[in-house]
């Protein structure tokens, strides 16, 4: 053990104490949400909520699930989240092999060319009428294919491909007979599991999020994933199918309001709360792979 001076001991106690804040700062609204979701609506309205839960009910939980609107948007974004992140990770790998290898002619123009998309693009319009040109507006298709690769999770698969899965292994894979194809099935991707888990949680988590897309090119409401219509209660305020306006006064309505957002948004975000801590340590990795010049 090394003796640590004064200064060492109160630069420790300074950073500890910043990330305790941090950490706090970050906590404290996922503590709040989760508590007002179950706690009585007027008390929230009136700020008396702030980290036990008062007059537990679950009345927002049950209006949410008995609304057709939220459950259909649920499926949907649980369906536009696998079917997207799977061909997210199709195109990545099959884009980032061929530019880790030492042997393709011109792969520095072709990652420059792949790097120029990152800061330059056609714009919103023109990526609208091509849609359109395409016949995918208000498809699913419209959502998945446009983001269907990243060009920076491409420069991170590219480099743990080049770093992390030795070149002479794969020379011993061409030795015995195997082609490229089976060489990045049967060698390279079994052991690049990190960066792949890194992928996943990367592309599943920006199609979890995602509902920019779904208002530009969606227009059936039967389409739409939950995002969007998480956008409605808490922006547009639309509460028609889950607030019984005719009987209850309009601040009782105002009160389940405010429970069904808080509810809403637990569940909307409950999957990748639970997804992340397992996946943590190679989103960590992921970072770091793509930190370093390939």
Same mark, same amino acid.
Not at 131 to 154: D, F, Q, S, Y
Not at 206 to 230: E, V
Not at 246 to 266: G, N, Q
């Given at each position: ?77 649980? !369906?536009? %989240? +696998? &079917?997207?992140?799977?061909?997210? @990770?199709? =195109?990545?790998?099959? /884009?980032?092999?061929? #530019? ?80 490229? !194809?089976? %060489? +990045? &099935?049967?060698?390279?991707?079994? @052991?690049? =599991?990190?960066?792949? /888990?890194?992928?996943? #949680? ?84 992921? &970072? ?7």
């Amino acid at each position: 053990m090394v003796k640590q001076s004064f200064g060492d001991k109160l630069f420790g106690f300074v950073v500890h104490a910043l990330l305790v804040l941090v950490l706090i700062a970050v906590l404290y609204p996922l503590l709040f949400v989760a508590v007002a979701s179950i706690s009585d609506p007027g008390k929230v309205v009136n700020g008396e909520i702030w980290l036990w839960p008062e007059d537990i009910t679950f009345r927002g939980y049950e209006k949410v699930f008995r609304n057709g609107d939220i459950l259909n948007g649920y499926a949907n974004t649980i !369906v536009y %989240t +696998l &079917l997207g992140t799977a061909v997210n @990770l199709v =195109l990545t790998v099959c /884009a980032a092999y061929p #530019l880790s290898r030492k042997e393709l002619y011109g792969r520095g123009v072709v990652t420059a060319l792949f790097v120029f998309t990152m800061f330059f693009s056609g714009g919103l319009i023109p990526t609208y009428l091509l849609v359109k040109k395409l016949g995918m507006v208000n498809t699913m298709w419209a959502l998945i294919i446009p983001n269907a690769v990243a060009v920076w999770n491409i420069v991170i698969m590219r480099t743990f491909f080049q770093q992390s899965v030795p070149a002479e292994i794969q020379e011993s894979a061409y030795m015995d007979g195997c082609s490229n !194809v089976q %060489t +990045l &099935l049967r060698i390279v991707l079994p @052991l690049s =599991l990190p960066i792949l /888990a890194v992928m996943t #949680l990367f592309y599943s988590v920006a199609h979890w999020n995602s509902f920019f897309g779904a208002l530009i090119y969606l227009t059936d409401r039967d389409k739409y994933p939950l995002q969007l219509i998480l956008r409605e209660i808490l922006i547009q305020s639309n509460m028609k199918d889950m607030v019984e306006t005719s009987e209850e006064s309009l601040a009782k309505s105002v009160m389940e309001a405010e429970s069904i957002k808080y509810a809403v948004i637990i569940i909307a975000n409950l999957p990748v709360l639970m997804l992340y801590p397992f996946l943590q340590r190679y989103f960590v990795k992921g &970072l770091v792979i793509g930190a370093v010049k390939g």
